[in-house]
């Protein structure tokens, strides 16, 4: 079995369709776009030089570990927190998957 990995990837709303044609863009083959709400305060605001926006959409693609990279720092160049899209991203282990061809 692959190794696999999951991105979540973290978006202002409005912006989840972008941030999936850029992960397609390097790799990805799909995702769910899940409806989310922030909540940081005006200090994370400041420290972080953002303006955040509550409500979110986030991202999320199962994949084989080997284009983890690629996607990841692509949804970064493109779609990170210097533009509108204001995106954070990030990975996690996934120890098995069912059901997803590309991922067996």
């Given at each position: 079995?692959?190794?696999t990995s999951v991105i979540f990837c973290i978006v202002n709303?409005?912006?989840?369709?972008a941030a999936m044609d850029c992960a397609k863009k390097?790799?990805?083959?799909?995702g769910t776009v899940f409806h989310a709400r922030g909540t940081a305060s005006k200090e994370a605001?400041?420290?972080?030089?953002?303006?955040?926006?509550?409500?979110k959409e986030i991202?999320?693609?199962i994949l084989d570990e080997a284009k983890k990279n690629d996607v990841l720092y692509?949804?970064?160049?493109?779609?990170g927190t210097g533009s509108s899209?204001?995106?954070?991203?990030?990975?996690?282990p996934v120890e098995d998957v069912i059901g997803i061809e590309s991922c067996k």
């Amino acid at each position: 079995m692959k190794k696999t990995s999951v991105i979540f990837c973290i978006v202002n709303n409005g912006f989840s369709e972008a941030a999936m044609d850029c992960a397609k863009k390097y790799g990805a083959t799909g995702g769910t776009v899940f409806h989310a709400r922030g909540t940081a305060s005006k200090e994370a605001e400041k420290h972080f030089n953002i303006t955040i926006e509550p409500d979110k959409e986030i991202l999320m693609i199962i994949l084989d570990e080997a284009k983890k990279n690629d996607v990841l720092y692509g949804l970064y160049d493109e779609m990170g927190t210097g533009s509108s899209a204001q995106g954070v991203a990030f990975t996690l282990p996934v120890e098995d998957v069912i059901g997803i061809e590309s991922c067996k």
